[in-house]
């Protein structure tokens, strides 16, 4: 009787996926093209309520330190020592309470743990694609210790956080003690209408790419409108579609050193089992020495390793369907075709594109096999009161 009432007040969803992914880019560098397999993205999910979600956990396991040790090749993508690589996440992706409570018609909560920060737009991860877009570390600020405060009141949503600011310099890394809290971010999103949401944030993060802290801050803004409609039939015709800009600036104390801004515009149109998606990206990066192996930068960087600016343009197309789904299991082909442009900004820098790549242009074709299990977390980021979940594929829940 015990365990029953227990059960009662509890729901715990659990879910997993992982892609079987081959990619060939050309050129990849030095005028070579490059094909490369992977198991990109293996995770595991679980989300636990209770107390009618006054009471919240949020997990998830990424075993990509397995899988993605060489990263996976995705050019003009950066981060973390990675460069046309995108590096793997850490094992500990997320792990985040929360406790929620009300007044009146206004919801507010406090979530603690290791996580997403309310910054910008939903982690690439639960959008369409499976190649991230190369604005990731522009757009979204994830795997931080974060304390976060939400409030709701009808269409508005308030949300700030303050976290640690070191980015992780392994997929085993663990935040610095000392850089705890040093850090902060407010998001206020509006909710108009069911389907749509209009979001704008800012951050000010201490020194992420030097762990022990003294290197250049960044400041970070980010605005969007999101729009996505879940039929309850499943012949219906469903839509989604992403809008943002954001920048963010490397400050060294109150002066500017680099600004780098980005634009990026994507869609999903599903009906039934099969979905086409296109999504169009303008990104500025960063352009730093590199290693000996030509995909990897130094880390941590020196204030004095970017030799340039270069602007990217891609558009990206894919196209997938379910080809077998049970109640719980669920298996899904895809097939994405990137164009990727590339301009120098910088006049006079040491760092040449079209000699590095052997084009200004590339194309990128991937192909692969998603499989996904149970109920997976169709958003990211939103604690508490700021939850906006959707349900998921075929689910496995208790």
């Known amino acids: 009787m015990i365990a029953v009432g227990v059960l009662a007040f509890l729901q715990l969803s659990l879910g997993a996926q992982a892609i079987a992914l081959g990619t060939r880019t050309s050129p990849a560098h030095s005028g070579r093209s490059l094909t490369e397999g992977y198991v990109s993205q293996p995770m595991v999910m679980a989300t636990l309520s209770a107390l009618d979600d006054r009471i919240g956990l949020s997990g998830m396991l990424d075993l990509e330190g397995l899988t993605l040790d060489r990263g996976e090749l995705t050019a003009g993508i950066w981060g973390e020592g990675y460069v046309d690589r995108r590096h793997p996440h850490t094992y500990l992706h997320e792990l985040v309470a929360s406790a929620a409570g009300s007044f009146a018609t206004t919801r507010f909560s406090l979530a603690v743990g290791k996580g997403f920060v309310p910054f910008g737009t939903d982690d690439p991860m639960v959008r369409p694609f499976e190649k991230y877009p190369i604005n990731h570390h522009i757009s979204q600020i994830v795997e931080r210790l974060l304390a976060t405060a939400a409030l709701r009141g009808g269409p508005i949503l308030l949300e700030a956080a303050r976290f640690n600011g070191d980015e992780p310099e392994s997929p085993s890394d663990w935040p610095n003690r000392s850089r705890l809290w040093d850090s902060w971010a407010a998001r206020a999103t509006v909710l108009p209408l069911q389907t749509l949401e209009l979001q704008a944030s800012m951050a000010r993060v201490k020194s992420p790419e030097l762990p022990s802290g003294g290197g250049l801050d960044q400041r970070k803004e980010s ?89 990217w343009n891609i ?50 074709t991937s192909a692969g096999l998603t499989l996904t299990a149970g109920m997976l977390h169709r958003r990211t980021g939103a604690y508490g009161a700021a939850s906006r979940q959707m349900s998921g594929m075929a689910g496995m829940s208790m």
């Open 223 to 311: 605005v969007s409108a999101r729009f996505e409609d879940e039929a309850s039939d499943s012949k219906a015709l469903q839509r989604y579609g992403l809008a943002e800009w954001a920048r963010s600036s490397d400050y060294d104390g109150q002066t500017r050193a680099f600004s780098f801004t980005t634009m990026l515009a994507e869609g999903e149109l599903r009906r039934g089992p099969v979905a086409f998606a296109a999504r169009i990206e303008q990104t500025e990066r960063p352009e730093e020495d590199r290693l000996a192996d030509p995909f990897r930068t130094k880390r941590p960087p020196t204030d004095f390793s970017i030799l340039g600016r270069t602007r």
């Open 315 to 364: 558009i990206s197309t894919r196209l997938s369907a379910k080809a077998w789904q049970s109640r719980s299991l669920a298996l899904a082909p895809f097939v994405e075709i990137a164009r990727q442009h590339v301009t120098l900004l910088t006049m006079g820098a040491v760092f040449d594109p079209r000699a590095f790549y052997g084009s200004n242009t590339m194309w990128s």
